[in-house]
Protein backbone atom coordinates (compact mmCIF):
# COMPACT_ATOMS: atom_id res chain seq x y z
CA UNK A 1 0.00 0.00 0.00
CA UNK A 2 1.32 3.50 -0.61
CA UNK A 3 2.67 5.76 1.78
CA UNK A 4 0.88 8.22 4.12
CA UNK A 5 -0.07 11.30 1.68
CA UNK A 6 0.59 14.60 3.41
CA UNK A 7 -0.24 17.32 2.33
CA UNK A 8 1.77 20.17 0.05
CA UNK A 9 3.01 22.00 3.12
CA UNK A 10 5.56 20.76 5.02
CA UNK A 11 4.17 21.76 8.19
CA UNK A 12 3.56 19.31 10.92
CA UNK A 13 0.10 19.15 10.83
CA UNK A 14 -2.02 21.00 13.99
CA UNK A 15 -3.33 19.06 16.53
CA UNK A 16 -5.84 19.08 19.42
CA UNK A 17 -6.19 18.74 22.45
CA UNK A 18 -7.69 15.16 22.85
CA UNK A 19 -11.28 15.46 24.53
CA UNK A 20 -12.27 12.60 25.76
CA UNK A 21 -10.71 9.25 26.78
CA UNK A 22 -12.12 6.19 24.93
CA UNK A 23 -10.83 3.26 26.23
CA UNK A 24 -14.08 3.04 27.85
CA UNK A 25 -14.34 0.00 30.44
CA UNK A 26 -17.63 -1.56 31.48
CA UNK A 27 -19.21 -1.14 34.96
CA UNK A 28 -20.27 -4.35 35.81
CA UNK A 29 -17.06 -6.52 34.75
CA UNK A 30 -14.37 -4.63 33.87
CA UNK A 31 -14.00 -5.15 29.76
CA UNK A 32 -13.99 -2.76 27.29
CA UNK A 33 -16.93 -2.04 25.34
CA UNK A 34 -17.53 -2.12 21.44
CA UNK A 35 -19.62 -0.02 18.99
CA UNK A 36 -23.03 -2.25 18.81
CA UNK A 37 -25.10 -1.64 15.83
CA UNK A 38 -28.26 -2.65 16.85
CA UNK A 39 -28.48 0.36 19.56
CA UNK A 40 -26.09 2.91 18.33
CA UNK A 41 -24.44 2.68 21.88
CA UNK A 42 -21.56 0.83 23.87
CA UNK A 43 -21.90 -2.76 24.55
CA UNK A 44 -20.10 -4.66 26.58
CA UNK A 45 -18.99 -8.71 24.59
CA UNK A 46 -18.79 -9.96 27.55
CA UNK A 47 -21.65 -9.42 30.34
CA UNK A 48 -24.04 -7.86 27.69
CA UNK A 49 -23.71 -4.01 29.66
CA UNK A 50 -25.36 -1.11 27.31
CA UNK A 51 -24.61 2.52 27.48
CA UNK A 52 -25.55 5.29 25.23
CA UNK A 53 -23.10 7.51 23.24
CA UNK A 54 -23.96 10.72 25.04
CA UNK A 55 -26.33 13.34 23.88
CA UNK A 56 -26.21 14.96 20.59
CA UNK A 57 -27.18 18.64 21.45
CA UNK A 58 -26.18 22.28 20.23
CA UNK A 59 -24.13 23.28 23.25
CA UNK A 60 -21.66 20.27 22.43
CA UNK A 61 -19.36 20.71 19.93
CA UNK A 62 -18.51 17.10 19.21
CA UNK A 63 -22.33 17.12 18.10
CA UNK A 64 -24.00 16.70 14.68
CA UNK A 65 -22.16 16.23 11.25
CA UNK A 66 -18.50 16.50 10.17
CA UNK A 67 -17.77 19.84 9.18
CA UNK A 68 -17.10 20.69 5.97
CA UNK A 69 -13.53 22.38 5.66
CA UNK A 70 -11.93 24.53 3.16
CA UNK A 71 -9.84 22.85 0.55
CA UNK A 72 -7.42 25.80 -0.46
CA UNK A 73 -6.62 25.38 3.59
CA UNK A 74 -6.07 21.97 3.62
CA UNK A 75 -2.36 22.71 4.82
CA UNK A 76 -3.88 24.06 7.34
CA UNK A 77 -6.41 22.57 9.30
CA UNK A 78 -5.35 18.43 9.17
CA UNK A 79 -5.88 16.93 12.30
CA UNK A 80 -3.91 13.65 13.84
CA UNK A 81 -6.15 13.94 16.82
CA UNK A 82 -8.05 10.30 16.51
CA UNK A 83 -9.03 11.41 19.96
CA UNK A 84 -7.48 7.96 21.53
CA UNK A 85 -3.80 6.92 21.56
CA UNK A 86 -3.59 5.00 17.49
CA UNK A 87 -0.78 2.32 16.13
CA UNK A 88 -0.97 1.35 13.00
CA UNK A 89 0.09 -2.30 11.48
CA UNK A 90 1.69 -2.98 8.47
CA UNK A 91 0.73 -6.67 6.69
CA UNK A 92 4.43 -7.35 4.97
CA UNK A 93 2.40 -9.84 2.75
CA UNK A 94 -0.10 -7.85 1.50
CA UNK A 95 0.87 -4.35 2.29
CA UNK A 96 -2.33 -3.36 3.88
CA UNK A 97 -2.15 -0.49 6.71
CA UNK A 98 -5.01 -0.12 9.47
CA UNK A 99 -5.48 1.36 12.30
CA UNK A 100 -6.33 -0.03 15.75
CA UNK A 101 -6.10 1.67 19.14
CA UNK A 102 -3.05 1.37 20.88
CA UNK A 103 -3.79 -1.44 23.25
CA UNK A 104 -5.58 -3.67 21.21
CA UNK A 105 -3.38 -6.74 19.72
CA UNK A 106 -3.26 -7.47 15.83
CA UNK A 107 -2.02 -10.46 15.29
CA UNK A 108 -3.73 -11.07 11.54
CA UNK A 109 -4.44 -8.94 8.48
CA UNK A 110 -7.96 -8.55 8.29
CA UNK A 111 -7.31 -8.37 4.44
CA UNK A 112 -5.01 -11.34 3.58
CA UNK A 113 -5.28 -13.53 7.00
CA UNK A 114 -1.54 -13.31 7.21
CA UNK A 115 -0.20 -13.49 10.50
CA UNK A 116 3.06 -10.87 8.89
CA UNK A 117 2.01 -8.11 10.84
CA UNK A 118 4.48 -5.43 12.79
CA UNK A 119 3.75 -2.03 13.94
CA UNK A 120 4.61 0.90 12.01
CA UNK A 121 6.33 3.52 14.45
CA UNK A 122 6.30 7.49 14.08
CA UNK A 123 3.89 7.90 11.78
CA UNK A 124 1.45 10.97 11.98
CA UNK A 125 -1.87 9.57 10.42
CA UNK A 126 -4.93 12.73 9.85
CA UNK A 127 -8.09 11.84 11.90
CA UNK A 128 -11.49 11.62 10.51
CA UNK A 129 -14.25 14.58 10.70
CA UNK A 130 -16.93 11.74 10.73
CA UNK A 131 -18.01 8.39 10.57
CA UNK A 132 -20.98 6.73 8.92
CA UNK A 133 -21.77 4.09 11.98
CA UNK A 134 -22.74 0.73 11.31
CA UNK A 135 -26.12 -0.11 11.43
CA UNK A 136 -25.53 -3.98 10.50
CA UNK A 137 -24.58 -7.02 12.99
CA UNK A 138 -21.98 -9.66 11.51
CA UNK A 139 -24.70 -12.04 11.49
CA UNK A 140 -27.00 -9.50 9.13
CA UNK A 141 -24.07 -9.44 6.79
CA UNK A 142 -23.67 -13.20 6.57
CA UNK A 143 -27.70 -13.45 5.62
CA UNK A 144 -26.84 -10.63 3.06
CA UNK A 145 -24.41 -13.18 1.83
CA UNK A 146 -26.62 -16.12 1.37
CA UNK A 147 -29.10 -14.32 -0.43
CA UNK A 148 -26.55 -12.66 -2.46
CA UNK A 149 -24.71 -15.49 -4.08
CA UNK A 150 -28.21 -17.46 -4.28
CA UNK A 151 -29.08 -14.95 -6.99
CA UNK A 152 -25.57 -15.93 -9.35
CA UNK A 153 -27.22 -17.32 -12.16
CA UNK A 154 -23.66 -18.91 -13.23
CA UNK A 155 -22.57 -19.04 -10.21
CA UNK A 156 -21.87 -23.33 -9.97
CA UNK A 157 -24.65 -25.03 -7.51
CA UNK A 158 -21.85 -26.79 -5.52
CA UNK A 159 -20.16 -23.75 -4.90
CA UNK A 160 -23.68 -21.70 -3.80
CA UNK A 161 -24.31 -24.92 -1.56
CA UNK A 162 -20.44 -25.13 -0.17
CA UNK A 163 -19.59 -21.24 0.60
CA UNK A 164 -19.03 -20.41 3.66
CA UNK A 165 -17.77 -17.52 4.15
CA UNK A 166 -15.25 -16.82 7.07
CA UNK A 167 -15.74 -14.38 9.79
CA UNK A 168 -17.21 -11.02 9.13
CA UNK A 169 -14.61 -8.27 9.70
CA UNK A 170 -15.87 -5.14 10.22
CA UNK A 171 -13.81 -2.16 8.59
CA UNK A 172 -13.86 1.54 8.20
CA UNK A 173 -12.82 2.46 4.85
CA UNK A 174 -11.49 6.10 4.48
CA UNK A 175 -13.33 8.51 2.00
CA UNK A 176 -13.07 11.91 0.79
CA UNK A 177 -16.21 13.98 0.32
CA UNK A 178 -15.75 17.08 -1.77
CA UNK A 179 -17.93 19.71 -2.70
CA UNK A 180 -18.50 22.35 -5.63
CA UNK A 181 -19.94 24.96 -7.25
CA UNK A 182 -18.85 24.53 -11.35
CA UNK A 183 -18.95 26.76 -14.09
CA UNK A 184 -18.24 25.54 -17.50
CA UNK A 185 -18.37 27.18 -21.16
CA UNK A 186 -18.38 23.94 -23.80
CA UNK A 187 -18.78 23.37 -27.39
CA UNK A 188 -20.42 20.86 -29.04
CA UNK A 189 -22.27 19.71 -32.30
CA UNK A 190 -25.95 18.74 -32.54
CA UNK A 191 -27.45 16.91 -34.98
CA UNK A 192 -30.83 16.26 -36.78
CA UNK A 193 -31.87 13.57 -38.77
CA UNK A 194 -33.70 13.74 -41.69
CA UNK A 195 -35.23 11.38 -44.56
CA UNK A 196 -33.84 11.45 -48.12
CA UNK A 197 -35.57 9.76 -50.71
CA UNK A 198 -34.23 8.86 -53.86
CA UNK A 199 -35.84 6.79 -56.82
CA UNK A 200 -35.69 3.52 -54.83
CA UNK A 201 -33.79 4.22 -51.78
CA UNK A 202 -34.51 5.67 -48.79
CA UNK A 203 -32.08 6.84 -45.81
CA UNK A 204 -31.43 8.57 -43.12
CA UNK A 205 -29.15 11.71 -43.01
CA UNK A 206 -27.76 13.46 -40.27
CA UNK A 207 -27.13 17.92 -40.36
CA UNK A 208 -24.83 18.82 -37.65
CA UNK A 209 -24.99 22.18 -36.10
CA UNK A 210 -22.42 23.79 -33.93
CA UNK A 211 -23.67 25.14 -30.78
CA UNK A 212 -21.53 26.53 -27.36
CA UNK A 213 -22.47 27.88 -24.48
CA UNK A 214 -22.27 28.24 -20.35
CA UNK A 215 -23.70 25.46 -18.05
CA UNK A 216 -23.26 25.34 -13.90
CA UNK A 217 -23.88 23.00 -11.55
CA UNK A 218 -23.28 22.39 -7.80
CA UNK A 219 -21.96 19.18 -6.65
CA UNK A 220 -22.81 18.13 -2.88
CA UNK A 221 -20.33 14.87 -1.04
CA UNK A 222 -18.77 13.42 -4.50
CA UNK A 223 -17.48 10.40 -3.41
CA UNK A 224 -13.64 9.24 -3.57
CA UNK A 225 -12.30 5.99 -1.70
CA UNK A 226 -9.15 7.00 -0.41
CA UNK A 227 -7.98 3.57 -0.50
CA UNK A 228 -5.77 1.69 -3.30
CA UNK A 229 -6.60 -1.81 -2.47
CA UNK A 230 -9.87 -2.33 -3.69
CA UNK A 231 -11.68 -2.44 -7.12
CA UNK A 232 -13.86 0.01 -8.60
CA UNK A 233 -16.33 -2.16 -9.20
CA UNK A 234 -16.04 -3.71 -6.39
CA UNK A 235 -16.54 -0.20 -4.06
CA UNK A 236 -19.44 0.41 -7.23
CA UNK A 237 -21.51 -2.92 -6.43
CA UNK A 238 -21.93 -1.68 -2.58
CA UNK A 239 -22.33 1.89 -2.89
CA UNK A 240 -24.04 4.20 -2.87
CA UNK A 241 -23.31 5.32 0.99
CA UNK A 242 -25.71 7.71 2.73
CA UNK A 243 -23.13 10.45 3.74
CA UNK A 244 -25.65 12.78 4.62
CA UNK A 245 -26.14 10.66 7.95
CA UNK A 246 -22.87 10.55 9.03
CA UNK A 247 -22.01 11.87 12.86
CA UNK A 248 -19.27 13.95 13.68
CA UNK A 249 -16.14 11.92 14.93
CA UNK A 250 -16.19 10.33 18.34
CA UNK A 251 -13.87 7.78 19.15
CA UNK A 252 -16.94 5.35 20.83
CA UNK A 253 -18.30 5.00 17.21
CA UNK A 254 -15.04 2.84 16.00
CA UNK A 255 -14.46 0.96 19.35
CA UNK A 256 -14.19 -2.33 18.35
CA UNK A 257 -13.45 -1.83 14.92
CA UNK A 258 -10.70 -1.56 12.31
CA UNK A 259 -10.50 1.23 10.54
CA UNK A 260 -8.42 1.46 7.23
CA UNK A 261 -5.31 4.05 6.96
CA UNK A 262 -5.91 6.24 3.94
CA UNK A 263 -3.73 5.60 0.70
CA UNK A 264 -4.35 8.26 -1.76
CA UNK A 265 -4.35 11.81 0.04
CA UNK A 266 -6.54 14.92 -0.51
CA UNK A 267 -4.67 16.23 -3.30
CA UNK A 268 -4.52 12.64 -5.16
CA UNK A 269 -8.33 12.72 -4.10
CA UNK A 270 -9.85 15.81 -5.59
CA UNK A 271 -8.11 15.31 -9.32
CA UNK A 272 -9.83 11.51 -8.92
CA UNK A 273 -13.12 13.99 -8.02
CA UNK A 274 -12.96 15.82 -10.77
CA UNK A 275 -12.66 13.04 -13.24
CA UNK A 276 -16.04 11.84 -11.98
CA UNK A 277 -17.49 15.57 -12.36
CA UNK A 278 -16.37 16.04 -15.38
CA UNK A 279 -18.14 12.86 -16.58
CA UNK A 280 -21.32 13.71 -14.87
CA UNK A 281 -21.26 17.62 -16.58
CA UNK A 282 -20.24 16.00 -20.11
CA UNK A 283 -23.31 13.70 -19.77
CA UNK A 284 -25.55 16.65 -18.41
CA UNK A 285 -24.24 18.75 -21.02
CA UNK A 286 -25.32 16.58 -23.74
CA UNK A 287 -28.63 16.10 -22.11
CA UNK A 288 -28.78 19.78 -21.93
CA UNK A 289 -28.33 20.49 -25.84
CA UNK A 290 -30.50 17.57 -27.02
CA UNK A 291 -33.41 19.00 -25.10
CA UNK A 292 -32.87 22.83 -26.04
CA UNK A 293 -32.60 21.44 -29.59
CA UNK A 294 -34.40 18.98 -29.91
CA UNK A 295 -31.62 16.89 -31.44
CA UNK A 296 -31.18 13.43 -32.13
CA UNK A 297 -28.08 13.71 -31.62
CA UNK A 298 -25.11 15.28 -29.52
CA UNK A 299 -21.61 15.70 -29.81
CA UNK A 300 -19.71 17.58 -26.88
CA UNK A 301 -16.00 18.49 -28.32
CA UNK A 302 -14.90 20.43 -25.28
CA UNK A 303 -15.83 21.68 -21.70
CA UNK A 304 -13.63 24.00 -19.85
CA UNK A 305 -14.84 24.03 -16.12
CA UNK A 306 -14.07 26.26 -13.22
CA UNK A 307 -14.21 24.95 -9.41
CA UNK A 308 -15.12 27.54 -6.84
CA UNK A 309 -15.54 27.16 -3.01
CA UNK A 310 -14.64 24.11 -2.93
CA UNK A 311 -15.02 22.32 0.40
CA UNK A 312 -13.90 18.33 1.79
CA UNK A 313 -14.79 16.53 4.31
CA UNK A 314 -12.67 12.79 5.61
CA UNK A 315 -15.06 10.46 6.39
CA UNK A 316 -14.89 6.80 7.56
CA UNK A 317 -17.68 4.53 6.14
CA UNK A 318 -19.01 1.08 7.07
CA UNK A 319 -17.75 -2.52 5.04
CA UNK A 320 -18.05 -5.98 6.56
CA UNK A 321 -15.19 -7.77 4.99
CA UNK A 322 -15.15 -11.76 4.29
CA UNK A 323 -14.51 -14.05 2.10
CA UNK A 324 -15.25 -17.82 0.73
CA UNK A 325 -12.90 -20.35 -0.85
CA UNK A 326 -14.43 -22.68 -3.98
CA UNK A 327 -11.82 -25.25 -5.62
CA UNK A 328 -8.39 -24.16 -3.46
CA UNK A 329 -9.46 -20.20 -4.98
CA UNK A 330 -10.57 -17.37 -2.06
CA UNK A 331 -13.48 -15.16 -3.81
CA UNK A 332 -14.04 -12.02 -1.57
CA UNK A 333 -17.29 -10.44 -0.50
CA UNK A 334 -17.83 -6.99 1.16
CA UNK A 335 -21.41 -5.84 2.67
CA UNK A 336 -22.35 -2.15 3.26
CA UNK A 337 -22.48 -1.79 6.96
CA UNK A 338 -25.05 1.14 6.75
CA UNK A 339 -27.44 -0.04 3.77
CA UNK A 340 -26.92 -4.18 3.51
CA UNK A 341 -25.62 -3.59 -0.36
CA UNK A 342 -23.30 -6.80 -1.01
CA UNK A 343 -21.24 -6.78 -3.64
CA UNK A 344 -18.31 -9.40 -4.82
CA UNK A 345 -16.68 -11.85 -6.47
CA UNK A 346 -18.66 -15.31 -7.19
CA UNK A 347 -17.32 -18.72 -9.47
CA UNK A 348 -18.22 -19.27 -13.02
CA UNK A 349 -19.51 -22.32 -14.54
CA UNK A 350 -18.58 -22.66 -17.96
CA UNK A 351 -20.67 -24.96 -18.49
CA UNK A 352 -23.27 -23.09 -17.83
CA UNK A 353 -22.59 -19.76 -19.99
CA UNK A 354 -21.97 -22.53 -22.42
CA UNK A 355 -25.59 -23.99 -22.24
CA UNK A 356 -27.54 -20.88 -21.66
CA UNK A 357 -25.88 -19.30 -24.91
CA UNK A 358 -27.04 -22.38 -27.15
CA UNK A 359 -30.38 -22.33 -25.83
CA UNK A 360 -30.66 -18.29 -26.56
CA UNK A 361 -29.27 -18.83 -30.05
CA UNK A 362 -30.81 -21.75 -30.80
CA UNK A 363 -34.41 -20.53 -29.96
CA UNK A 364 -33.78 -17.30 -31.99
CA UNK A 365 -32.85 -19.02 -34.87
CA UNK A 366 -36.37 -21.19 -35.08
CA UNK A 367 -38.72 -18.39 -33.33
CA UNK A 368 -39.64 -15.55 -35.90
CA UNK A 369 -42.66 -14.48 -32.93
CA UNK A 370 -40.79 -11.84 -30.41
CA UNK A 371 -42.97 -12.53 -27.56
CA UNK A 372 -43.06 -16.36 -27.87
CA UNK A 373 -39.27 -15.96 -27.84
CA UNK A 374 -38.83 -14.46 -24.82
CA UNK A 375 -41.57 -16.72 -23.33
CA UNK A 376 -39.38 -19.75 -24.12
CA UNK A 377 -36.05 -18.40 -23.53
CA UNK A 378 -37.38 -17.76 -19.87
CA UNK A 379 -39.04 -21.03 -19.29
CA UNK A 380 -36.04 -22.79 -21.06
CA UNK A 381 -33.27 -20.14 -18.45
CA UNK A 382 -35.80 -22.10 -15.22
CA UNK A 383 -35.20 -25.60 -16.18
CA UNK A 384 -31.15 -24.95 -17.03
CA UNK A 385 -31.30 -23.42 -13.45
CA UNK A 386 -33.06 -26.88 -12.13
CA UNK A 387 -31.02 -29.46 -13.90
CA UNK A 388 -27.65 -27.37 -13.38
CA UNK A 389 -28.59 -27.20 -9.81
CA UNK A 390 -29.48 -31.27 -9.65
CA UNK A 391 -26.25 -31.73 -11.49
CA UNK A 392 -23.98 -29.00 -9.39
CA UNK A 393 -22.77 -27.66 -12.40
Not at 9 to 14: V, Y
Not at 156 to 166: D, L, T, V, W
Request: include cysteine; hydrophobic fraction near 35%.
Amino acid sequence: MAEFVRMASEEEPEREETRRETDRKCPQCGGTMDFDPKTGGLKCPYCDYEEEIGTQDSGNPDSGAAEELDFRKAQETSNCDWGVKKKVILCKSCGAESVYDELEIASECPYCGSNQVMEEKDKDTMAPGGVVTFALTAKEAAARFKSWIKRKLFCPAAAKEGARPGAFKGVYLPYWTFDAHTESTYTAEYGIDRTVRHKDETRVVTDWYPVKGRYREDFDDELVLGSARYEEGLMRDVEPFHTADNKKYRPEYVAGFIAERYSIGLKQAWEKAKEYIGRKLKANIEDKVREEHRADHVRVKRVDTGYYGITYKYLLLPVWLSAYQYKGKIYHFMVNGQTGKAGGQAPVSAMRVAIAALLVVSIFLLCSDYALYCVITLALALILGVVCRFMKL
